[in-house]
């Protein structure tokens, strides 16, 4: 520690240098973690699914609808505590700019379902009595302004119909990106090709070891009907939404590997000028008697401070941005954008990284000269 | 007004190491730059490229994708004798056609994305130029066999020749693969019509493609099908229709192209301006000298400008050259708007690499804009001084 005075003043000495340097840190890493919060912020619909939950679609592909009278077969099955039409609409609100995802349900089995939607009792009896009713999730109400009351037309593409739904009620939860309205309203209003059709149920089961039991006996009932499902835990679905992404993930780890590269590139630069500038007085530190050791800890201190306030700014500024704006709400496909704790461990212990690794050699090498090449440079 | 060029030359030889390490920083950035818009490139490439200037597609009025879309056989019937459609010893040139999705694990994965099945007719090779298959052969009418396209058997699991797959309850093999000189249905499978409608149990199309006789004829004749109150229908150009579906996919990463080229070259404009503050710094005596020989101050500014712009262009240049494999790298997302696979290659285009090539030497410019200034303000008794 009782160096820490001379590696200050050495970290002092050149200001601008220390000051571009760490800027230069300061938004890499910024770069790094909004980069790794889109990774991370995939995998959510992973994470929040319900061990609980099952989803049931048609065999063949989501492309393809499933009739609503499997779901009184799927009652039956032993382990079901409930059961519900979970059906994507695909609407649009006045231009397909605005997307968020919309849903047919059953408001009356929809809190024994999903719950962790939560909304006051009233909303929910609202919603419950309101054919035409729908609710909106919180991010939805802060995008669009929704307020209860309020009227507003979904045109859905799919089945070439506007309905008009009136807003009952804004819930908080896991997924506040979405409107729920009451599957028997729309069902109504659809042509006769599309009627009594649902795209997807969503189950939910006693306990959690009876989903893969739950799921295989779904399947086996309709095995034979023109209609096969494939019902597979939330989980499971939700990654086969991940999958679908391709080659996303492995190109964004390309960049964050790029960026890692080019910081190393710039904090290796900056040390090296450092280091060679002051090869005089590493002759003179040698002269009075500082070993070889002592000497290159002193320039490895030196970065890994620099690396730190840079790296403290950097995940500073992030963390604190993204739960000030959430910016999700602008990114169609994701829920939330928050960075995890991970992330921004990730982040530090990756600067600190590239600040050893920065300065370690041209240290090492100048700190080996004798007193006196180092004192003959002319650096 | 006198340049120093040749000084300015000899100190990026001389420094070879700093020089090169603020040219690789560049360089990654413009690398990122182009691996990003050569993705949104490809893209949109595969997309546009897609449709041939007269073919017009008709689909049910409010569909965004054929998927979601069907046309009756009625409706067939009406629009293949308009006026306006093209004929080939004496039969229109148009085929309705029927689009389905499957589900297939990619290879190595247990889980996958939507492929999509597309039932044709014989009218259907001839509206599609570039249709060629490379392995195997043609399905034939009437029976459960299916060409598959060469990149699609690539990435997905039981797809090769002789595999089988199901559509609903019937099994189809796979007699052949394909290849359409990257069009976007080079990610599909491709089916006899009639077999695929007994199927899926499905009594109409899904869409109807024709090719027109002229681009006006296009123009009117797509407003005839769309206003027509009776026929529920609308109808577009090809190219329109595949471009429209680019938008979101290659929209956003251009978005993302420009955040991440954003954050990237500030990072790398600090570098480059730390770089020549040093250089600035250790060549004072130098500049003081350059000055007694009668350069000026101006002169002196923009020679420092050009030597960073110049490690700049190196750097692009280096990015140039590490984002160029990328041509040979094909890759696969789901297309937001069908719900299916699309593939694609990444295109590092002439004009993507010539942008790549002036936003380096804007780096540069930026980067060394203040150390050059100071460089010029030397007062020349100081400068030689230091």
Known sequence: ?379 | MALPIKYNIRNIIVRKGSTLATAFTIGLTVAVFLMVMALARGIDMTLSSSGEPLNMIVLREGSTAELNSSVTRENFNDLMFLDGVEREADKPLASGELVTLIYKARKGMSQGSNVTVRGVGPMSFKLRSGFQTVAGRLFQPGLTEAVVSKRIAERFQGLDIGDKFRIQTTDYTVVGLFDSAGKAFESEIWVDINSLASTTKRDGYSSVLMRVKDPNTLASLSKRITDDPKLHLKAVSERTFYEDQQGTASGALKYLAGFITFIMSVGAGFAGMNTMYAAVARRTKEIGTLRVLGFGRLSILIAFLLESIAIAVIGAVIGIVLALPLNFVSTGTSNWVTFSEIAFNFKVTPDLMALALLFGAIIGFIGSLLPSIRASRFKIVDALRA
């Open chain 1, 1 to 379: 520690m009782k160096y820490a005075k001379l590696i200050f003043k050495n970290i002092l000495r050149n200001k601008r240098r220390t000051l571009l340097t760490i800027s230069s840190l300061v938004v890499s890493l910024f770069l790094i973690i909004s980069l790794a919060t889109i990774l991370t912020e995939f995998d959510r619909g992973t994470e929040e699914a319900s061990p609980l939950r099952l989803v049931s679609r048609h065999a063949v592909s989501l492309g393809f609808v499933i009739p609503m009278a499997h779901l009184q077969k799927m009652k039956t099955v032993p382990g079901v505590k409930e059961a519900m039409p979970f059906s994507w609409f695909g609407g649009i609100w006045k231009d397909e700019r605005n997307f968020f995802a919309n849903f047919a349900v059953d408001a009356r089995k929809m809190r024994d379902v999903i719950p962790e939607i939560k909304m006051s009792d009233a909303d929910w009896q609202a919603f419950i009595n309101d054919r035409q009713g729908a609710i909106v999730g919180a991010k939805l109400v802060k995008l669009y302004g929704f307020t209860p009351g309020q009227r507003i037309t979904l045109k859905s593409p799919i089945y070439n119909q506007s309905v008009e739904f009136i807003i009952r009620g804004v819930y908080t939860g896991s997924d506040e990106k979405t409107l729920y309205f009451q599957y028997d309203y729309l069902n109504e209003l659809l042509p006769a090709w599309a009627k009594d059709n649902v795209s997807t149920f969503s189950i939910v089961t006693n306990s959690a070891e009876d989903v893969p039991r739950v799921g295989q006996a779904i399947d086996s009932i309709f095995a034979n009907s023109d209609a096969p499902t494939k019902t597979e835990s939330e989980r499971e679905f939700a990654l086969s939404f991940q999958t679908m992404m391709g080659g996303v993930k492995t190109f964004l780890y390309a960049i964050m590997a790029a960026i890692t590269f080019s910081l190393l590139l710039v904090m290796g630069n900056t040390m090296a000028m450092t280091v060679r500038e002051r090869t005089k007085e590493v002759g003179t530190l040698k002269a009075i008697g500082f070993q070889r050791g002592t000497i290159t800890a002193l320039f490895l201190g030196e970065a890994l401070v620099v690396a730190s306030i840079g790296a403290g700014i950097g995940i500073g500024a992030a963390a604190l941005l993204f739960r000030l704006v959430d910016v999700s709400i602008v990114i169609p496909n994701l829920l939330a954008f928050v960075p995890t704790n991970q992330t921004l461990a990730m982040a530090f212990g990756l600067s600190i990284l590239v600040g050893f690794v920065s300065v370690v050699y041209s240290a090492y090498r100048v700190s080996g000269l004798t007193i006196a090449e180092a004192l003959r440079s002319t650096e």
